[in-house]
T-cell receptor
Framework: EAQVTQNPRYLITVTGKKLTVTCSQN?????MSWYRQDPGLGLRQIYY???????DKGDVPEGYKVSRKEKRNFPLILESPSPNQTSLYFC????????????FGSGTRLTVV | AQSVAQPEDQVNVAEGNPLTVKCTYS??????LFWYVQYPNRGLQFLLK??????LVKGSYGFEAEFNKSQTSFHLKKPSALVSDSALYFC??????????????FGSGTRLSIRP
């Protein structure tokens, strides 16, 4: 089944403790992206990647890092999480860009205390 | 500034009645337009998109959307609502339609509630 797999689904952590949210897709998509969803704000793009070793900032990149060493994986790294990063995070992939339509993962609900 | 507006936070409709979820945008040029649906505890799912051509676009689950260039709107519609249509709906716009580097802008979402 074609899908985007995120892990974990739920995570509670403490301020400053580094964490990684994994994202993997099995559709050979070139484009991958991370979004955060907050009430009343819709989805805001954190980072995106147009291909292996090609990443760029989205609208809200501060406090986040990403890497794209392999085509299928696009992990999101929070080096020093803060409470304002408490949010619902989605990974998404697309054949060559968002104009082709996204496939989204099921989401990771992160709480930073 | 480029933006997408979903003016209603919530839309309530009785099962069997037609439904409309509104979306307007402020983007120059000829954007690509999308609707996504989010069911509880799930990621967003692609419903439909408009690129060019016929102003009425048909998508998944019996949904359709009407593009109106003069009103810069892209309203989502369904002739007969089902309880299972209850979900959060997002309108999205890609200002530089067709580019791999295009950025997509999401609206804030509209919660659709269908009562039996």
């Amino acid at each position: 089944e074609a899908q985007v797999t995120q892990n974990p689904r739920y995570l509670i952590t403490v301020t400053g403790k580094k964490l990684t949210v994994t994202c993997s897709q099995n559709m050979n998509h070139e484009y991958m992206s991370w979004y955060r969803q907050d009430p009343g704000l819709g989805l805001r793009q954190i980072y995106y990647s147009m291909n292996v070793e090609v990443t760029d900032k989205g609208d809200v990149p501060e406090g986040y890092k990403v890497s794209r060493k392999e085509k299928r994986n696009f992990p999101l790294i929070l080096e020093s999480p803060s409470p304002n990063q408490t949010s619902l995070y989605f990974c998404a992939s697309s054949l060559q860009g968002p104009d082709y339509g996204y496939t989204f993962g099921s989401g990771t609900r992160l709480t930073v205390v | 500034a480029q933006s997408v507006a979903q003016p209603e936070d919530q839309v309530n409709v009785a099962e069997g009645n037609p439904l409309t979820v509104k979306c307007t945008y402020s983007v120059s040029g000829n954007p690509y337009l999308f609707w996504y649906v989010q069911y509880p505890n799930r990621g967003l799912q692609f419903l439909l998109k408009y690129i060019t051509g016929d102003n009425l676009v048909k998508g998944s689950y019996g949904f359709e959307a009407e593009f109106n260039k003069s009103q810069t709107s892209f309203h989502l519609k369904k002739p007969s609502a089902l309880v299972s249509d209850s979900a959060l709906y997002f309108c999205a716009v890609s200002p530089r339609g067709g580019s791999s580097a295009s950025k997509i802008i999401f609206g804030s979402g509209t919660r659709l509630s269908i009562r039996p």
